[in-house]
């Protein structure tokens, strides 16, 4: 099947900020989600980064209103062991062919990473019009999704790397933005100290970018 673009409207639309998440620390994943959830963020990414980075998934998964994802996907097996954990999405840092092929075969939707009108054309051939702008800063942030809005118009994005509590809004601010991702709002040494309470205010604040001034 092609990428359900229903689904990943609803997890995408659901607030402005996916928080992308680094986390070893099994115990603090409901913590964490619980936290995340309750600020207004109900979507994870759980990055596949560390070692413990699956079960995090299995635990989360468990908290009430919260859809839980996979990132750095890269092959078939971390798709396969993205569904087992109980992940309702998955993210992927780049959009190789082999990888949007075998997604396919899969009912949990795929975000594909790409940094060029090339390789976003090329994804959209394959059926993929939810896309990640990525590294977004790098490649050419807002100004880049800007210039792709007119000659793209079919395709909505979710930049990623190098996205702040500074320069959201001027990304949430395009119209063909749904969401960004962005680690800021669950920062290592917060969590690692336990201050969940923290972490919510945190994402309290996310949650409301896109309310006007």
């Known amino acids: 099947m092609a990428q359900n673009i229903a689904k990943l409207d609803e997890i995408m639309g659901a607030a402005p900020v996916i928080p992308v998440i680094i986390l070893d620390d099994v115990e603090a994943a409901i913590p964490l989600a619980e936290a995340l959830v309750a600020g207004g963020l109900p ?3 759980v990055t596949l ?4 980075a699956l079960k995090v998934v299995e635990k989360m998964a468990t908290v009430e209103g919260a859809f839980v994802g996979t990132g750095t996907v890269r092959t078939k097996a971390d798709i396969e062991k993205s569904i087992e954990a109980g992940a309702q999405f998955m993210v992927s840092p780049g959009a190789p062919r082999q990888l949007l092929e075998d997604a396919k075969s899969f009912d949990v939707p795929l975000l594909p990473g ?3 009108a090339t390789e976003a ?17 790098a490649v050419g942030g807002a100004k880049l999704l800007k210039s ?3 000659p793209l ?13 500074q320069n ?11 969401c960004v991702g962005g680690s800021w709002v669950v ?8 201050d969940f309470d923290h972490i919510r205010n945190l994402a309290a604040t996310a949650a409301r970018l896109t309310e006007t001034a």
């Open 168 to 178: 959201a809004r001027e990304y949430l601010a395009l119209p063909n933005v749904i």
């Open 187 to 194: 920062p290592g040494d917060v969590i690692e100290a336990g």
């Open 153 to 165: 118009p079919d395709l909505k994005f979710c930049p990623t790397g190098g996205v702040s509590v």
């Open 114 to 116: 790409i940094s060029t």
């Open 43 to 45: 979507a994870l990414e």
């Open 148 to 150: 792709f809005a007119s």
């Open 49 to 52: 980064r560390t070692p413990n």
């Open 121 to 137: 054309m090329a994804a959209a051939e394959m059926g993929y019009q939810r896309l990640k702008l990525f590294p977004a800063e």
